[in-house]
């Protein structure tokens, strides 16, 4: 896989175009009986793709009793060769992670943080304090945790083999699905050979390059822009406070937008918004990355450099999250922007609501229209996250004119009325979405 990246300058979507890594672990091929027996198995529910929506998905399936395949094409979790894109979790998320049996690992390596910061030029616009919010108390999850991706993966990886009824396939790549009344049909690729599934449910969580959506024709509502972003993971000697800071204009990065995070093992997530027309080998040159970094906290600071990558956002949107026996899932179904942190956030609820659908249905105990309503609740919160991310990334890179006018407004307002902070919008964090047209909560039955 790592491979395909190098060629094609892609990850997953994200155009991540270098860097080294972490390490991350790796897991075993194991042969697939299909291949000795040379015929197609049946599994009810067959899940592609290892993500972290499709890992929270198997782990809720197995947290269920009801038997699934995970078929995931590399043998190990995040991405080779990227940093650890996802960063921050969401209350919702940590308490299905809780659900899952996995939210005390998450808490022991993750950073908790409450208080958000935003500056412009070099003035505090304003501030946030989550433990002043009055829904702070409602759960026993924090508002946030800040973790590495990958870190939840392979706990989610160690949960599902302790529950067991999940079978994990690492190096297993689908290469063709169809379908039809009787059930749907998977190739598969491995280093033993192809091999054939039958499902009579396929869930599709590889990512925002699925090919799923090319298989099933399905039609998908996108938008590129030219935004461009340089991440720098960092471990310092002296500490910035354990504070979400974000600059809208940020005077040692050019006037651009900046954002500082802590991550789990003391790492330092500091992303830089580029010029549009940067150019990505030359903003992640380690001096050019050191240089950057000596503007923000001094010259005195000694920086140890984790990871550094550049890329490129986009915004898409499947128009149907259900085709017949296939459910799309998570990036697969729709990528945004990292503002608000709603992308893995999102996924993660898009698991847990067609996890109960899908047992329910398994275990007879609800009509498989039920799982109707998985597309018409995910798909709103689809949409809406799509909205929100999209008008957050035009108050980043504002179009000459209007945008322009309406920010350096808002900005200079903001300083002084609370009013106009308001409109100062660095990234609204993820939030549950309501479900305003669910056949499952119709008590009318959809009459
Ligand atoms: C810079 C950055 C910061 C971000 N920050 C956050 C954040 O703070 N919080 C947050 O919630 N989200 C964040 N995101 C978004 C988050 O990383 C993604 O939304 C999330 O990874 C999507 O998960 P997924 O499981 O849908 O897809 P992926 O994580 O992309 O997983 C897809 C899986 O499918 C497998 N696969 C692909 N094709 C095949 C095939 N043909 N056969 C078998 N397997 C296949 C791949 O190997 C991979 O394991 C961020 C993203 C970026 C780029």
Redesign the pocket.
Known sequence: ?AERYAETGF????E?TQGSGYVLPEYPFVEPPEIKSGAPGHHPIVI?????????LACAMARYQVPAVL????N????KG?????????QK?LEIFHRLGVYEPIAAKGIQWSVGRTFAGNDEVYSFDLRQQSAYNLSSQPPFI?IQ?FYI?AFLVDRIGQLGGVELRWN????AFQQDDDGALLD?TTPAGDYRIRADYVVD????????RQWVGASVTAKKGDDR?C?ADVRFTKHPPVERHTWVEAPFNENRAVWQ?LMGDNVW?I?YQMAPNADPDQVSREDVVRERLSRQFGSDCEVEIVWVGP?A?RSECVDRMRHGRLFF?????K??S?FG????????A?ADNLAWKLAAVMKGRAAPALLDSYHEERHEAAQQNVLVTNRTARFLRPADGVEKVFRTAALSRARQYVFARQLVNTGRM?IANPYTRSSACDRTGGQ
């Open positions: 896989m990850t997953n979507g994200y991540f592609v793709g290892g993500g972290l929506a499709g890992l929270t078929l995931d094409e590399d190990t979790v995040g991405v990227a940093s650890s894109r996802g960063i921050c979790y969401t998320s800040n991706q993966e297993n790549r689908v290469t598969i969580a590889t990512g925002s390059r699925s090919p799923f972003w991440i995070h997530r992303d890329y956002y899932m998570g990036d697969a179904a990528v945004v990292p942190a709603r992308g893995g956030n999102t996924g993660i898009d993820a």
